[in-house]
């Protein structure tokens, strides 16, 4: 377990926004910053990271939470995970428990028992290609032959899978990890009962998430034989999914949102060439179609993509859908063909990096100009074939989300097809409405059969305390701390007497002299642990609650402190226009929402009473029940005026 002194070591050290700023493209507004949500698709921004607060709160899902609940949430890991994450983030080191025993580990959660098998595969891979004599003779000799050096090695954690069959198992097995979770990970198989490596006498390439977590490996074989396949990968698993990954975005995700553009290439060896040659903003496909969930991977980062193809592909027309996928997103598509013979790799070792940077800037040209050029080459001198591939194309266009970037590519279609705008425009719009009925057909079939109209019904107002005791907790959480100036009953000779407290201490009395609770036991626990904060004559810090340890009370808290709007100042500066923020008010504001809360209190009695009364029978004393109903309208009276409340 980590000391609590060195939990607040690592609150204290991580940054938010530096955190989060490593997954998602932050844009500064104001004394925020905002960016695409990382947990749904969207593409107006709002994903608000407030430095001030240390907090982050996604309005399109309704997370939000600190820096440890943002990699818990994102990056799936446990809250100690997490807090080592950050803890080697800001070097701060953690004192180690003893070692797991290899029953520790059968015990402990499967999804940390996988992570945790695939960074000790990882570190056996590397560890055998630079120690052993097979690594360093086949495995590193291959590599620097390929033009790869030390340094990009290292980068990528390449590693090798000795030949011998089971020497990855043995060496997990040995260190206590199961062999049922290495056969999840398909790290190893089974053959006549005995354990074998499935990567064995292979070049590793191990596939990381965003944050640099190992989640699979590819791997490529050392042998010649062209019955066997040149690279195998790790199967779908519980932590690798290989339609949300992309080989090479944990190295590239920096100089992607840098250069404000993501190339997009196929296999690993192009990645790593590249980067290598100095271009670093690409990502590979690792040999998959391209996904949604990759496309939207790429698109936190920057919604300009430029995608590399060989100069001899033959799957140029296949990868069409894939790209569709992109231009659907609101994203901007770029292809760049390479000179005949050459892929990224070849064509990157070969030339240096002012080379390789002038003819990606010279040679890149629009997808759907791109598209049109491909499909017409094939339609020359056949309308049939012509009219199919101009069909194809305005598919693509019909597929962006934006109107005006619709027309502009309809205009360049126009000209380079030599076809009259209108006909492209009418086919463009067949498409659109034919996309919208489908859209309208799935809508109504949730939507219930039609019948008569029902009549108006008078919802009488909620009877509870939820959105009163909400508001007290807000102001608790909000401004606990803060001090303010509350009048006293009386003075001297009807003199004005006021008396200085912290807002919790008003909260806190109010509630305790009345005995009133939270019906919420969330609320009711946050309450709770200021009163003992107070019993110790201590405040809790401004973000206690936000860093709590239970994930529940911390997402309430960021909950209840995130504001997803702020007031311009150029209302003041600009237009003179002057408005009286909450914390001008606080005290009135205070008082507001404790004798709201008591008057709810309040009325909730009120009702209780009169079915008392609705239901008496002859034992019950009926005077009593009057007389308590009276002092309850007394009071309610009272607590009105105090609120500014009207009561119906």
């Given at each position: 377990?980590?000391?609590?002194?060195?939990v607040?070591?690592?609150?204290?050290?991580?940054?938010?926004?530096?955190?989060i700023?490593?997954?998602?493209?932050?844009?500064?507004?104001?004394?925020?910053?905002?960016?695409?949500?990382?947990?749904n698709?969207?593409?107006?921004?709002?994903?608000?990271?407030?430095?001030?607060k240390?907090?982050?709160k996604?309005?399109?899902?309704?997370?939000?939470?600190?820096?440890?609940?943002?990699?818990?949430?994102?990056?799936?890991?446990?809250?100690?995970?997490a807090?080592?994450?950050?803890?080697?983030?800001?070097?701060?080191?953690?004192?180690?428990?003893?070692?797991?025993?290899?029953?520790?580990?059968?015990?402990?959660?499967?999804?940390e028992?996988?992570?945790l098998?695939?960074?000790?595969?990882q570190?056996?891979?590397?560890?055998?290609?630079?120690?052993?004599?097979?690594?360093?003779?086949?495995?590193?000799?291959?590599?620097?032959?390929?033009?790869?050096?030390?340094?990009?090695?290292?980068?990528?954690?390449?590693?090798?899978?000795?030949?011998?069959?089971?020497?990855?198992?043995?060496?997990?097995?040995?260190?206590?990890?199961r062999?049922?979770?290495?056969?999840?990970?398909?790290?190893?198989?089974?053959?006549?009962?005995?354990?074998?490596?499935?990567?064995?006498?292979?070049?590793?390439?191990?596939?990381?998430?965003?944050?640099?977590?190992?989640?699979?490996?590819?791997?490529?074989?050392?042998?010649?034989?062209?019955?066997?396949?040149?690279y195998?990968?790790?199967?779908?698993?519980?932590?690798?999914?290989?339609?949300?990954?992309?080989?090479?975005?944990?190295?590239?995700r920096?100089?992607?949102?840098?250069?404000?553009?993501?190339?997009?290439?196929?296999?690993?060896?192009?990645?790593?060439?590249?980067?290598?040659?100095?271009?670093?903003?690409?990502?590979?496909?690792?040999?998959?179609?391209?996904?949604?969930?990759?496309?939207?991977?790429?698109?936190?980062?920057?919604?300009?993509?430029?995608?590399?193809?060989?100069?001899?592909?033959?799957?140029?027309?296949?990868?069409?859908?894939g790209?569709?996928?992109?231009?659907a997103?609101?994203?901007?598509?770029?292809?760049?063909?390479?000179?005949?013979?050459?892929d990224?790799?070849?064509f990157?070792?070969?030339?240096?990096?002012?080379?390789?940077?002038?003819?990606?800037?010279?040679?890149?040209?629009?997808?759907?100009?791109?598209?049109?050029?491909?499909?017409?080459?094939?339609?020359?001198?056949?309308?049939?074939?012509?009219?199919?591939?101009?069909?194809?194309?305005?598919?693509?266009?019909?597929?962006?989300?934006?109107?005006?970037?619709?027309?502009?590519?309809?205009?360049?279609?126009?000209?380079?097809?030599d076809?009259?705008?209108?006909?492209?425009?009418?086919?463009?719009?067949?498409?659109?409405?034919?996309?919208?009925?489908?859209?309208?057909?799935?809508?109504?079939?949730?939507?219930?059969?039609?019948?008569?109209?029902a009549?108006?019904?008078?919802?009488?107002?909620?009877?509870?305390?939820?959105?009163?005791?909400r508001?007290?907790?807000?102001?608790?959480?909000?401004?606990?701390?803060?001090?303010?100036?509350?009048?006293l009953?009386?003075?001297?000779?009807?003199?004005?007497?006021?008396?200085?407290?912290?807002?919790?201490?008003?909260?806190?009395?109010e509630?305790?002299?009345?005995?009133?609770?939270?019906?919420?036991?969330?609320?009711?626990?946050?309450?709770?642990?200021?009163?003992?904060?107070?019993?110790?004559e201590e405040l809790?810090?401004?973000?206690?609650?936000?860093?709590?340890?239970?994930?529940?009370?911390?997402?309430?808290?960021?909950?209840?402190?995130?504001?997803?709007?702020?007031?311009?100042?150029?209302?003041?500066?600009?237009?003179?226009?002057?408005?009286?923020t909450e914390?001008?008010?606080?005290?009135?504001?205070?008082?507001?929402?404790?004798?709201?809360?008591?008057?709810?209190?309040?009325?909730q009695?009120?009702?209780?009473?009169?079915?008392?009364?609705?239901?008496?029978?002859?034992?019950?004393?009926?005077?009593?029940?009057?007389?308590r109903?009276?002092?309850?309208?007394?009071?309610k009276?009272?607590?009105?005026?105090?609120?500014?409340?009207?009561?119906?």
């Amino acid at each position: 377990m980590i000391p609590r002194e060195i939990v607040d070591r690592i609150f204290d050290a991580a940054r938010v926004e530096e955190v989060i700023g490593e997954f998602v493209t932050l844009k500064k507004t104001g004394a925020n910053y905002k960016g695409l949500s990382p947990f749904n698709n969207e593409r107006t921004p709002s994903f608000v990271v407030s430095p001030s607060k240390n907090i982050w709160k996604d309005f399109s899902s309704g997370k939000g939470g600190n820096a440890v609940t943002f990699l818990m949430e994102h990056e799936s890991l446990s809250f100690p995970e997490a807090l080592r994450y950050l803890a080697k983030k800001y070097g701060i080191e953690i004192p180690e428990a003893e070692e797991m025993s290899a029953e520790d580990q059968a015990a402990a959660n499967e999804r940390e028992s996988l992570m945790l098998i695939n960074t000790f595969a990882q570190e056996f891979f590397t560890e055998q290609l630079h120690q052993t004599d097979e690594g360093k003779s086949i495995g590193l000799s291959y590599l620097k032959e390929r033009g790869f050096d030390g340094k990009t090695i290292e980068k990528f954690n390449l590693g090798y899978c000795p030949s011998s069959g089971d020497a990855f198992s043995k060496a997990a097995l040995a260190k206590g990890y199961r062999l049922e979770y290495l056969e999840k990970l398909g790290l190893t198989r089974q053959r006549n009962d005995r354990p074998y490596d499935f990567f064995k006498g292979r070049i590793i390439f191990p596939i990381q998430s965003i944050s640099g977590r190992v989640l699979g490996f590819g791997a490529r074989t050392m042998q010649r034989d062209s019955k066997i396949a040149k690279y195998f990968n790790s199967p779908e698993s519980e932590v690798y999914h290989k339609s949300k990954v992309l080989y090479g975005v944990f190295q590239a995700r920096a100089e992607i949102a840098k250069a404000d553009n993501c190339y997009l290439v196929e296999g690993y060896t192009d990645v790593t060439a590249l980067h290598q040659a100095g271009i670093t903003n690409v990502v590979a496909s690792s040999g998959t179609a391209l996904t949604p969930d990759q496309v939207r991977l790429i698109r936190r980062y920057t919604p300009n993509v430029t995608i590399l193809f060989d100069g001899d592909s033959a799957g140029i027309k296949a990868s069409f859908r894939g790209i569709d996928l992109i231009l659907a997103e609101g994203m901007n598509v770029k292809v760049l063909l390479l000179p005949d013979g050459h892929d990224p790799d070849s064509f990157s070792r070969e030339r240096s990096y002012t080379e390789i940077k002038k003819y990606f800037e010279r040679e890149s040209q629009d997808f759907v100009v791109f598209k049109a050029g491909v499909l017409m080459q094939d339609a020359v001198n056949d309308p049939l074939r012509k009219a199919a591939a101009v069909k194809d194309i305005v598919q693509s266009i019909a597929l962006i989300p934006d109107h005006i970037t619709r027309s502009v590519y309809i205009q360049a279609c126009s000209t380079r097809l030599d076809i009259e705008e209108i006909a492209l425009k009418n086919e463009l719009n067949k498409l659109l409405r034919k996309d919208a009925r489908k859209q309208l057909q799935v809508g109504e079939d949730v939507v219930p059969d039609k019948g008569p109209k029902a009549p108006r019904q008078t919802i009488a107002p909620a009877t509870g305390t939820a959105s009163q005791e909400r508001e007290l907790m807000r102001l608790l959480l909000n401004y606990g701390n803060e001090e303010i100036s509350v009048p006293l009953p009386s003075g001297e000779e009807g003199a004005k007497v006021e008396v200085t407290l912290p807002v919790c201490d008003v909260i806190i009395g109010e509630l305790e002299t009345d005995g009133l609770q939270f019906e919420n036991f969330r609320y009711q626990r946050i309450f709770n642990e200021y009163c003992e904060f107070r019993e110790r004559e201590e405040l809790p810090s401004n973000d206690w609650f936000v860093r709590h340890e239970d994930p529940h009370i911390s997402q309430l808290a960021v909950d209840l402190v995130s504001q997803p709007y702020e007031l311009s100042a150029m209302w003041e500066e600009r237009f003179h226009i002057y408005t009286t923020t909450e914390d001008k008010r606080l005290m009135h504001t205070v008082m507001d929402g404790i004798y709201t809360f008591k008057l709810r209190r309040v009325l909730q009695l009120i009702t209780k009473t009169e079915e008392e009364m609705k239901n008496a029978t002859p034992e019950t004393d009926i005077m009593q029940l009057l007389e308590r109903k009276k002092r309850l309208d007394t009071v309610k009276m009272k607590l009105a005026e105090f609120s500014g409340s009207t009561i119906l």
